[in-house]
């Protein structure tokens, strides 16, 4: 149940009906973030932290070898961002290896492979090959056709998308509207039953669509006519398949953007698209949801990405740390450089840690990863820009420097340039970063408002008397035990030096859920408008949970005989009690108030910008990825190129 806020405005009330209508709810397994908010850090489900089985791994290795023996000469990823342009034979060399239906099951002609293989894949080429096309598998496979046909797609259409997607056609996700972003609850693009009732009229505009640009097939959401619902109207939301050839499907206009430039990303206008009935996936109004379910899965790429390329840059700046030598010593001998040196080597183990424990719980099924992957999508690609940002600082000049100038002048040509500038994405795709901390905020709050939620809204006297009998139930042994519960705690199972940040853990995951109700009871209905106590309380919980983690697979490596990464965890989880101290600091001394405040003065005097005149885009020729992945040599990024020009003059 959600909290009835009278502070929000209509246009809040609806776009929050429309995310709560989506929301999950049938998950029958215990969430080990969910838990941390409540204050138990449950280390059964954490420990032993999950290895990927010996028959899994070899599968996803043997494959590994074979895209390296490819793609080290095929894929050169300076000159895809440099000619804003994937070639016709990488998709062709792509497709031969089955790398569009990695999940695909074989049934339908997929490599059948694991999440977790899925997630070592895309990390693979982003660290040694090249972002666009990790980017662009990604955005096929994450969100694209076939996870949501896997999912949620009755047998009909399993059987006739599945096997074309696995041999190379390509497949995009249309949500973002030029007006619609993070709020999807105000889409334009709508579709509506023709009088036969044997096909859907689809009409709008989708933006930033990935892939778009040469997709065979989309997933695009509409809005379909409103259900009343519980006697109160509601917005509807239904996904289509629709082939990219279709008449009506055109593209306006392809996107340049400040890194992965290869993406064929763009404009999409659909104009009275006939899609047949059979073509909608999981039923009328079940859009939304299927896009969020689908990103539980699909949302964990990203974090292996980040993980990967971090690895990569960790790997790199050793070499260089003891290679560059400035003020008579190596630069990894300063103590600034150490620091730098041990934050991105401690950084990339806590966000593989973090991301492969999601990738586990997908692959173990029907465990509730919600609070994971999306914890994982945040952490991870917040942390990379703030490492890559240190490696490239470390790297001094040449961290600046393009790849090509530094090959050309005879140096180490490592693309930390390109590097900083593919990641920066991760923090607004797949929903922004704040985004995800309401979505967290949402789940955290779940269980009070299943108890409390009369007592803030609008209830009668006896529902809320009788809410409160419940609450006074549930609370009086509950909050006890957030002072008490931790005492006898040992962790007898975890090496000494473990043990001690574990029961830190511990405290501090108490003292969370204690902050948690603190709030709710302090700031009632309006601490849903605290957007900024709620991300400090999200950061806390993620930060725990990845310390938890950390020293869970310390653990379970030791184990079996490995110390490799006994040195980053333990810097981890010592050099985080800091930040997780100094987030708990600022729930209580902010300048939140003051922010919005200023905030408010700065949009009193500042002028909206005026809607400029809608350029009337004529569409662009296209070429689909059936036809790239046929090695048909394609021209459309000079094409896209001319038309720029033309529209410059
Ligand atoms: C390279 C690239 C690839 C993309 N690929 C796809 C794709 O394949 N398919 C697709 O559908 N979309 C795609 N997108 C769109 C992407 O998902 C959106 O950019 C993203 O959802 C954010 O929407 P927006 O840019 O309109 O920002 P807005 O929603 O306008 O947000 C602007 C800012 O306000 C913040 N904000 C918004 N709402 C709130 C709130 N309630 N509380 C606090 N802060 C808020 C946001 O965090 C952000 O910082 C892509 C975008 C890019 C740039």
Request: hydrophobic share 40%.
């Amino acid at each position: 149940m959600a909290i009835e806020n009278a502070n929000r405005n209509e246009q809040e009330a609806q776009s929050i009906d429309v995310a709560e209508d989506s929301r999950e709810l049938d998950w029958k397994s215990k969430s080990f973030m969910g838990s941390m908010f409540m204050g138990e850090l449950d280390m059964e489900l954490a420990y032993p932290y999950p290895e990927q089985s010996a028959e899994d791994k070899a599968e996803g290795d043997e494959l590994l070898a074979r895209i390296d023996a490819w793609a080290n000469d095929a894929i050169d990823g300076d000159q895809i961002d440099r000619d804003e342009e994937i070639p016709a034979h990488v998709f062709k060399g792509l497709a031969d290896l089955g790398l569009f239906g990695i999940k695909i099951p074989k049934k339908y002609g997929g490599l059948g492979m694991s999440q977790t293989n899925y997630m070592r894949i895309l990390g693979h080429f982003c660290r040694y090959h090249c972002g666009s096309v990790g980017a662009t598998l990604s955005a096929h496979q994450s969100i694209g056709i076939p996870q949501p046909l896997k999912l949620f797609g009755t047998e009909e259409q399993k059987k006739k998308f599945l096997p074309r997607i696995a041999r190379g056609e390509i497949s995009a996700f249309g949500l973002t509207e030029p007006q619609v972003g993070s709020d999807p609850a105000n889409l334009a693009t709508h579709a509506e039953l023709n009088e036969a009732g044997t096909h859907w009229v689809l009409n709008g505009e989708k933006l930033w669509c990935t892939n778009g640009v040469i997709a065979d097939l989309f997933v695009v959401m509409a809005r379909t006519p409103d259900k009343v619902i519980k006697g109160k109207p509601r917005k509807q939301i239904t996904a289509f398949i629709v082939e990219g050839k279709w008449d009506g499907v055109d593209v306006l206009h392809r996107s340049k953007f400040m890194g992965i430039r290869a993406i064929e990303n763009g404009v999409i206008r659909f104009t009275d698209v006939q899609v047949p009935v059979d073509h909608v996936i999981a039923g009328e109004g079940r859009g939304l949801k299927l896009a969020l379910t689908t990103l539980n899965d699909g949302r964990l790429g990203i974090p292996a990405i980040c993980a990967e390329t971090t690895k990569g840059l960790v790997e790199f700046s050793a070499r260089w740390a003891k290679t560059r030598h400035q003020w008579g010593k190596h630069i990894g001998e300063h103590e600034a450089g150490a620091d730098k040196l041990a934050r991105m080597a401690a950084g990339a183990y806590a966000m593989e840690t973090l991301a492969f424990f999601g990738g586990a719980l997908s692959d173990a099924g029907g465990r509730d990863l919600r609070m994971e992957a999306a914890t994982a999508k945040m952490f991870n690609s917040e942390l990379i820009s703030e490492l890559g940002d240190l490696g490239l600082q470390f790297r001094g000049g040449r961290g600046y420097e393009q790849e090509a100038s530094l090959k050309r002048r005879g140096e180490h040509a490592e693309p930390i340039e390109r590097g900083v500038r593919d990641a920066r994405i991760n923090r607004i795709v797949e929903g922004t970063t704040d985004i995800m901390h309401l979505f967290l905020a949402r789940e955290a709050l779940d269980p009070h408002l299943k108890v409390a939620a009369p007592l803030f809204g609008r209830a009668s006297a006896g529902v809320k008397f009788k809410t409160l009998l419940a609450c006074a139930a549930k609370y009086a042994t509950w909050y006890p035990k957030l002072w008490l519960g931790g005492l006898f705690r040992w962790f007898g199972d975890f090496d000494g030096r473990l043990r001690g940040h574990l029961r830190w853990v511990d405290a501090r995951t108490r003292k969370l859920a204690r902050t948690l109700f603190h709030q709710m009871i302090l700031q009632g209905p309006k601490l849903e408008m605290r957007q900024l106590i709620l991300a400090r309380v999200v950061d806390i919980g993620a930060e725990l949970a990845v310390m938890a983690l950390v020293a869970s697979r310390v653990q379970t490596e030791l184990k079996n005989g490995d110390t490799t990464n006994v040195g980053r965890g333990l810097y981890w989880l010592k050099s985080r009690r800091v930040v997780v101290d100094r987030m708990f600091e600022d729930i209580s001394s902010n300048c939140d108030a003051d922010a919005r405040k200023l905030a408010a003065e700065l949009m009193l005097s500042a002028e909206a910008l005026e809607d400029l005149p809608k350029p009337d885009l004529s569409p662009l020729p296209r070429e689909y990825g059936s036809d790239l992945t046929s090695g048909r040599q394609t021209v459309r990024a000079s094409q896209m190129r001319q038309q720029d020009d033309a529209a410059a003059k």
